[in-house]
């Protein structure tokens, strides 16, 4: 007996072509799915230039099907094989989201992305760490990260989306709304830093806007916006590092690279 | 909540859950050990088996863990270790404790994280949480801190176990030659070459017929009862007539006391057997003349060509003639040599398991095969 397959669908935002150093094991990780109790449900895909808009896209388009996970592919990193049935089986405990790791593109000094917050907001990159570990972080770059469905719907039901005023729109957590909210008002405030504050005005949309689960904000990119938004839902996000990626440049930086960057200062020839 | 503790492990599992009862084995008594747990912990005791036999021995520990069970599994690190080594230069002071062995653990080993999780993935775990940490050990009088692995993984779901189905059918009786091909085997263990057979059959019929209260007679508390305590949330007792088994009633079936347990189900399991076909017969009638009306008599037993005493296992073997005769019934399921032929096969590792007690094989083995029968009360 088995237990029923994991549906999932891959979310690939891409832009441009991919290299065949990317499309080939991306192809024989979706045929080796099943074999692994894994089915594929779809392939999700969005190609403008936003990436943020690209995964609010494919992440609607899931939410559409019945796949309870969705498995996040960037197009310029390779992942392991095993990735996905790896990262299910550390899930199977109730984990929401869950990512491998890969590092940054830099092969002289790759650093993970894989983030920890600091007290005043900003983020450092999981510097100690042991080879198989499952940790618990802050953020993670998207590439190789499992998400369950559950948390796109808590993102859904906690927050809001409002137009602001001098352009574009903003989701904002239920809670974090005070008194009431506008169809069309400003004051001479509006668009100001007064003594460090910025009175920034939002109004309501005229027609209903989707909530977006990744915003480009602040300088900040769009993944962090959202383990901000799913960890203020209550999810907790975890990397197994276990499962180890490559981010390909011209060529994949990965776990060695890692190594050399760490142990060659210290005269260690590897 | 119940914990197994392999090795020393007992007063770290105390703290971590006070409430729980805890049994406590030795590495080499694990397969022994009755019944399934909410946790299985073991505190270094994966580095004294041999490399070859790991992911074997993780599959054991696994398979002592409830639906949903915890393995908590504490290792050395290699990784630690190496490190240590080149970041000082020297070997900690623990490095040939956890490396090279020692004079008492030749077979210390220790183990990279990501080596043991592929373990745990062979064995049929997934690792849910992987931390490396530190512990201390006293060393020739000092304590030292190293490096190791706490893991902790569940058993696959793949592996969840699946009850056969509840027949709709009204029980009647029946006697049968059990048919391999029909069996779905359960994750029990057993000493039995083959008792795969028959306890699917023998939890088939408990489903089937809902009882609560059983008695099995001719067995201490055997896996096969912690598996239908567990799964079925029947109340067992046991008897045995052999007078250091501790089993609920140690006397003979016939000696049993009156003291108010009147079961639902009276099982045999492949116990019946170890009598004359005299006192199978006898002990077949007390059993039901034991039943209340809709009771359930199971038993499995052994069955050949002709019915002879088989010194090997001291046991009656019974031909199918006799088989009729003893339990009252006029007709027989099952064709005997089809049956031989699916052992020959190797249907569930009969064959090979039988070589193994038997030490061979030959073109006309099995000498026996299974056979049950069950009666209901009228």
Same mark, same amino acid.
């Given at each position: ?19 065949? $150093? ?35 896209? %494919? ?33 199977? =405990? ?59 719907? $808590?993102? $859904? ?35 100001? %830093? ?34 901000? !938004? ?6 907790? @996000? ?14 994949? %930086? ?17 | 909540?119940? %914990? ?17 009862? #805890?049994?406590?084995? !030795? ?27 790991? @992911? ?47 004079? $008492? ?50 058993? !696959? #779901? ?39 057979? =028959? ?7 408990? #489903? ?49 006391? =009156? ?43 052994? #069955? ?35 049956? !031989? ?20 094989? =030959? ?16």
């Amino acid at each position: 007996m088995t237990e029923n397959p994991s549906r999932i669908c891959l979310g690939i935002p891409s832009y441009g072509n991919q290299p065949s $150093d990317w499309w080939v094991p991306m192809f024989r990780t979706a045929a080796l799915l099943h074999r692994q109790n894994i089915e594929l449900t779809d392939v999700l895909q969005y190609g403008t230039m936003m990436v943020d808009f690209n995964r609010n896209k %494919i992440t609607r388009a899931f939410l559409e099907t019945e796949a309870e996970w969705l498995f996040w592919v960037d197009a310029d990193n390779i992942n392991p094989f095993s990735a996905v049935r790896r990262l299910l089986d550390t899930a199977c =405990d109730g984990k929401t989201i869950v990512g491998g790791i890969y590092f940054s593109k830099k092969a002289d000094k790759p650093i993970p992305i894989a983030y920890l917050r600091e007290e005043n907001g900003t983020y450092r990159s999981l510097g100690d760490w042991e080879p198989g570990e499952i940790l618990e972080l802050d953020a993670l770059g998207m590439n190789c990260v499992l998400t369950h469905r559950t948390v796109y719907e $808590d993102i $859904d039901d906690n927050y809001v989306t409002l137009t602001r005023l001098a352009g574009g729109t903003q989701s904002f957590h239920r809670e974090d709304i005070q008194g009431d909210i506008f169809d069309n008002q400003s004051a001479p405030t509006d668009g100001k %830093i007064i003594n460090g504050v910025l009175h920034e005005r939002f109004i309501l949309p005229e027609k209903p806007v989707e909530v977006k689960f990744f915003e480009l904000h602040a300088g900040r990119t769009e993944d962090i916006n959202f383990f901000e !938004k799913a960890k203020r839902c209550g999810h907790k @996000v975890y990397v197994d590092t276990s499962v180890e990626c490559e981010h390909l440049t011209w060529r994949g %930086i990965g776990m060695d690279e890692y190594r050399h960057f760490v142990y060659s200062p210290l005269g260690v020839e590897l | 909540m119940r %914990i197994l503790v392999i090795g020393d492990g007992f007063d770290l599992a105390k703290e971590q859950w006070p409430e729980a009862g #805890i049994d406590t084995c !030795k590495l080499n008594k694990v397969k022994s050990m009755p019944g399934l747990y909410d946790r299985v912990f073991s505190l270094n005791q994966l580095q004294m088996v041999y490399r070859q036999d790991i @992911v074997d021995t993780l599959k054991l520990w696994g398979s002592k863990l409830k639906e949903g069970g915890e393995l908590h599994l504490f290792a050395p690190s290699f990784e630690w270790a190496a490190k240590h080594a080149i970041l000082s230069n020297k070997l900690p002071l623990l490095f040939s404790h956890h490396l090279e062995g020692d004079k $008492d653990n030749p077979k210390r080993s220790i183990h990279l994280a990501r080596q043991l999780r592929v373990d745990m993935e062979d064995a049929g775990l997934r690792v849910t949480s992987a931390r490396v940490g530190l512990y201390t050990k006293l060393v020739e009088g000092e304590e030292c801190a190293a490096g190791q692995h706490y893991m902790i993984a569940r058993r !696959k #779901i793949g592996q969840r176990i699946v009850l056969p189905k509840k027949s709709n059918k009204p029980l009647t009786d029946e006697l049968l030659i059990l048919d391999p091909s029909k069996c779905d085997p359960l994750p029990i263990e057993s000493g039995g070459w083959n008792y795969v057979l =028959d306890y699917y059959w023998l939890v088939e019929q408990v #489903i089937n017929h809902g009882g609560k209260k059983i008695l099995d007679v001719g067995s201490l508390y055997s896996n096969l009862d912690f598996f239908l305590k567990e799964y079925l949330g029947v109340e067992i007792r046991t008897v045995e007539r052999n007078q250091s088994i501790g089993a609920d009633y140690s006397c003979d079936f016939s000696d049993l006391p =009156d003291d108010g347990f009147i079961p639902d189900i009276i099982m045999w399991a492949s116990s019946i057997e170890h009598n004359s076909i005299e006192d199978i017969r006898r002990y077949y009638l007390e059993s039901m003349g034991r039943l209340k009306k809709g009771g359930l008599f199971i038993a499995t037993f052994a #069955i050949s060509q002709k019915t002879a005493w088989h010194e090997a296992t001291k046991q009656t073997n019974l031909s199918m003639e006799d088989a009729k005769k003893v339990f009252d019934m006029e007709a027989i399921q099952g064709n005997l040599a089809e049956i !031989k032929k699916m052992y020959q096969d190797n249907v569930h590792s009969l064959r090979s398991n039988y070589r193994s007690i038997f030490g061979k094989f =030959d073109a006309s083995d099995p000498e026996y095969v299974v056979g049950a029968v069950r009666k209901v009360k009228r």
